[in-house]
């Protein structure tokens, strides 16, 4: 998908705030200069485009109390879509990647308890019969924070790592 600068200047305003308003389409129409359908119509094209891959609010698990891990597993090739299927179809699980390595199938699950955490898991190796899951708790968390600033056809990096406990 093309993107000219009108695209650019309402990615620019959603990538990090999406405004939590009762027309939060008149808001960034109002930042991009078009009118509120039309900045819709450009959000909504973007997103089928497959350049905006979501569009929802993003929680601190830990604020909410919430316990997270990675998780990696080993997937015979001819199963990875049938195990992808049985992790996605968990709300909890956030995250879910192919990856090249003896562990091919790598994704987050984020739960109120520790607990929850082993019953999904235990429920994946048996459904899947994937005997070997590894899950891997976070020690310590360092928040990257990435904005994309677009531009005059180009975009730049700002990003920030931030420490946090």
Not at 118 to 134: F, H, M, N, P, S
Request: with cysteine; charged share 30%.
């Amino acid at each position: 998908m093309e993107l000219d600068n009108i695209d650019r200047s309402i990615l620019n305003i959603i990538q990090s705030g999406f405004p939590v308003d009762p027309h939060p389409y008149k808001v960034i129409a109002d930042g991009a200069g078009v009118t509120e359908e039309e900045a819709h119509r450009r959000v909504m094209a973007m997103k089928e485009g497959g350049v905006i891959r979501r569009i929802g609010a993003s929680y601190d698990s830990r604020g909410l109390h919430f316990t997270s891990t990675l998780c990696s597993v080993k997937v015979p090739p001819e199963l990875i879509d049938a195990v992808v299927a049985k992790i996605n179809s968990y709300v909890e699980v956030t995250h879910n990647y192919q990856r090249n390595h003896a562990y091919n199938i790598w994704f987050t699950v984020i739960a109120e308890t520790p607990d929850r955490i082993d019953r999904i898991l235990k429920e994946i190796q048996g459904a899947t019969g994937c005997a070997e899951i590894r899950n891997m708790p976070a020690l310590k968390n360092f928040k990257i924070k990435v904005d994309f600033k677009f531009k005059d056809g180009k975009e730049q990096s700002n990003g920030a790592a931030e420490d946090e406990e």
